[in-house]
């Protein structure tokens, strides 16, 4: 199984941007699908986004509460996946967890994952 490591959370304004930055080691994320969840101070683990397998093309998908404004993407040779988070919100403070899936397509449901990275927190202020 590979190791993940977050990293890129940070404080930001309401209407800024910033990207986290999810490292690979141990093995390759080529054959993963990989995904990100967030946990909100007294509320459960959500699904944020997920990518397929490299070689199962870009897809992608997206929670409604950030669809249109945060796009996941995968750079292969480097071993990472980025979430680029746009228009950011109070309510996207969270702890921002990366999650690798050993398989061809991303999945919103957390079991379906077999690697997770510690997190990194993201705080939004108004």
């Known amino acids: 199984q590979v190791q993940l490591v977050e990293s890129g959370g940070g404080l930001v304004q309401a209407g800024g941007s910033l990207r986290l930055s999810c490292a690979a080691s141990?093995?390759?994320?080529?054959?993963?699908?990989m995904g990100w969840f967030r946990q909100a101070p007294g509320k459960e683990r959500e699904f944020v986004a997920a990518?397929?397998?490299?070689?199962?093309?870009?897809?992608?998908s997206y929670a409604d509460s950030v669809k249109g404004r945060f796009t996941i993407f995968r750079d292969n040779a480097k071993e990472m996946v980025f979430p680029q988070m746009n228009s950011l919100k109070p309510e996207d403070t969270a702890v921002y967890y990366c999650?690798?899936?050993?398989?061809?397509?991303?999945?919103?449901?957390?079991?379906?994952?077999?690697?997770w990275g510690q997190g990194t927190q993201v705080t939004v202020s108004s």
């Open positions: 141990g093995g390759s994320i080529r054959t993963y699908a």
């Open positions: 990518i397929n397998w490299s070689g199962s093309g870009t897809g992608t």
């Open positions: 999650a690798a899936r050993y398989g061809w397509y991303g999945s919103t449901r957390e079991d379906d994952y077999n690697s």
